[in-house]
Structures are given as C-alpha cells and as structure tokens.
C-alpha cells in the first residue's frame, strides 16, 4: 500500500481584500484548505509551518493532524520534514476553494513520473502545489510557490517528461482572483465568512 501524505503549506500571505484584517483572511484561507484536506481519502494530511506561526497552525487544525515546523516556509523545507511516505504533495494554503479532484490529479501521475506539478490559474508566476516520490529527486530545485512556474522544474529534470503538469487551479492573491470564487460551490466557509461578515468594512 502507498503511503501518500498532502500537506498545507502555511506560508504568509501577500494580500488580503480591502477592510479585512490580514491575520484573519490568512487565518481563514487556511482553515478552509486543512479542512479541505481532511476529505480526502487514501492519503494523510498535514501542515508545515515556520515556529514563529505555529499558533496558527495550531488554530485550524483537525485533531490528528500532523505539523511539521520548518526553518523557511518552502516546498524543499516541508518535504525534508516528512518521513515514513511512499509520495507527498505541498499545496499552498490560500486557495480555500480547490477541489479535492484538482488535488487527486496532481498526486495521479506519480505512478509513471517522479514529479508532478500544478501551475496557478491564469499562467502566471506561481504554484499552487508540488507532488513527488519520497525519498525527494536530488535533482528537484529549490522552489517558492509566488514566483517558481512549470518550466522550472521540468528544465532541472534529467528529461522534461520526468514532470507531470497538472491541472491549474487559482490561488487568492489578488482582486481578479478573488472575483473568480463562485459562491454557489460548496466549502470555502470561514474565507465565505469572513468576506460577508461584519470584518469587512468595506
């Protein structure tokens, strides 16, 4: 049996919509992702996050989850914490809408590639997550969810093909981002919450 592990990376954030608080948008797009996290089947769940924020993790949690804390906020740092898995994925932790198939495709093409890569909806810098076979590729370079893009990884690959692009989905960094949510699709609660409650002032 594969031992498959997804974890939420607890980066911070760089926007949050006018009159929210961004402690409380960062606090809520987390708590929707981990909660997302913990529908899914056949595969572990967990958070990496920098000691200084461990509070947060802390606050969104589901009892059983793992945490992991890591010197730096990075894919390279989350993946060298784990132990005991067959693959891993780290996804970003401000996309609080992300279907659970979107997920499920980026760990699918580990059965034939080693890597496999889902890039951010609208083609332009940044990841929303990172699947690999543990133990890591030493050839997968350092990689920052803001700025490293598709092209990256496959050009430190041995063959590009050894990276599998999956489907993108859109992370919530910006006012076109957040204009995408659809609100009659099920989930996102507490970023649904707080951008409809009294936080907001405007």
């Known amino acids: ?7 939420a990376l607890l ?5 949050a919509p006018p009159g929210i608080d961004p402690v409380q948008w960062r606090t809520a797009l987390a708590e929707d992702v981990v909660d997302l996290l913990a529908t899914l089947n056949e595969v572990e769940t967990a958070v990496a996050v920098t000691p200084a924020d461990r509070r947060l993790a802390d606050a ?7 945490v992991h804390e890591v010197a730096e906020p990075t894919v390279n740092a989350a993946l060298a914490a784990l132990t005991g898995y067959d693959q891993a994925a780290v996804v970003a932790a401000d996309a609080p809408d992300l279907p659970g198939l979107t997920l499920g495709k980026l760990l699918r093409p580990l059965t ?5 890569v889902a890039p951010v909806e ?6 929303l997550g990172v699947a690999t076979r543990l133990p890591v590729p030493g050839w997968l370079p350092e990689l ?11 050009r430190a690959a041995p063959a590009p093909g050894d990276v599998a692009v999956t489907p993108a989905w859109r992370r919530l960094r910006g006012p076109a981002d957040l204009a995408a949510l659809n609100p009659a699709v099920e989930g996102w609660d507490a970023t649904r919450t707080l951008l409809s409650g009294p936080a907001r002032r405007g």
């Open 1 to 7: 049996m594969v031992r498959r592990v997804v974890v």
């Open 11 to 15: 980066a911070p954030v760089t926007w």
């Open 60 to 66: 969104v949690i589901w009892p059983g989850t793992a």
């Open 112 to 116: 034939s590639r080693p890597v496999a």
């Open 122 to 127: 609208g083609g332009g810098p940044g990841l």
């Open 144 to 154: 920052d969810l803001d700025a490293a893009v598709p092209a990256d990884v496959r």
